[in-house]
Every structure is written in C-alpha cells, then in structure tokens.
C-alpha cells in the first residue's frame, strides 16, 4: 500500500505491497480497507482469519482507512461470508 509513515503499516518488497481487505467501496476512485497481516495475532483490535491463500492472516482493524482504487493491484481471494462478517460488525462495534 505503499511506503507509511509512523505506526502505519508498510508492506513487503520494492513497491510496499501488503494485503488489505476491501471493507465498502464508496465509488469507482476510492474504497474503506483494513489492512492483513501475514501473522496470527489476537487483541482488541486484532480478528483472526485462519489460513487465506496458504498464510495465516489477521486483519488489523487499527489501520482502516480509505484508500484510493489506484493501489489495487490484483485480486488475491474473496473472503468466505462468516469471517467477513464479523469483521463487519467487530468494526461496527469498535466505531
């Protein structure tokens, strides 16, 4: 997602790039994401996702944030309508 600044978190490899879960599309130019991590992690403002695309994934919900489309730069996997879910509501709640 690009290089951050601070506690934001930054991804892997020459062009940042990190895993983020597309919580609400708000047009065609910009969406509401909370970004992975590859780690299994617990807390308040951790979910645990199980294993998605071969790695253990989180969502860490103290990084949503709005992004702008032009970051996508592939579809990794659709998350299943359960975990999606409680992320929904556990963001719901935490807001």
Do not use: C, H, W
């Amino acid at each position: 997602m690009g290089i951050n600044i601070g506690v934001e978190s930054d991804g892997k490899g020459g062009d940042y790039g990190r895993p983020v879960l597309i919580l609400r599309g708000f047009n065609k130019e910009s969406f509401l994401g909370v970004v992975l991590t590859g780690k299994k992690r617990r807390g308040r403002y951790y979910i645990y996702l199980g294993v998605v695309e071969g790695r253990e994934a989180s969502a860490n919900l103290s990084q949503i944030r709005l992004f702008d489309t032009k970051r996508l730069v592939n579809k990794m996997t659709k998350l299943n309508e359960e975990k999606f879910d409680k992320i929904r509501k556990t963001v719901k709640d935490l807001l």
